[in-house]
């Protein structure tokens, strides 16, 4: 799971700060939580379009099923944006590159995109592409976990 606090400062700047945990099995991965805060910028802003930029840090602890750990201090560049082609039909997109600090050449990049139909006014059809690449993962563990989701969400 994750977890995303934002302030907007002015119409264009806002500050915001990050968090996540879970564990993930292919990957070997049995705790993994990450937090880390920055700032953003929105470039354009319509009615129906938004994109936006966000720089900040990234601190991550990995524990692994095979009991070895991983510390990371990374920054993390972003970029976001969400185009609302119709009433029923919106499309999102986000990447986050996270080069680390003490090692530039080891990073993680994480990127995103949903396409959302509106069905009914509280029920959504969405397809989500997930793509997680790290250049220095555990042994036996690929580089690239290319995630590709469908699902139905109901609004309460």
Known sequence: GSWKIEYEVGK????????????????????????????????????????????GGNYQE??????????????????????????????DEKIEIFPEITRLSDFRVRAESNLNYALRNNLTLKLTVIDLYESDPPAAVSNNDLQIRSSLSVKF
């Open 62 to 91: 990995q524990f692994f099923s095979d009991n070895t750990h991983k510390q990371r201090y990374s920054l993390r560049v972003g970029e976001e944006s969400w185009w609302q082609i119709s009433s029923k039909l919106r499309l």
């Open 12 to 55: 264009r700047f806002s500050v915001y700060n990050a968090s996540g945990a879970g564990y993930d099995e292919i990957r070997q991965i049995d705790v993994q939580f990450d937090v880390g805060p920055g700032v953003g910028y929105k470039w354009i802003t319509r009615t129906n379009f938004v994109l936006a930029t966000e720089l």
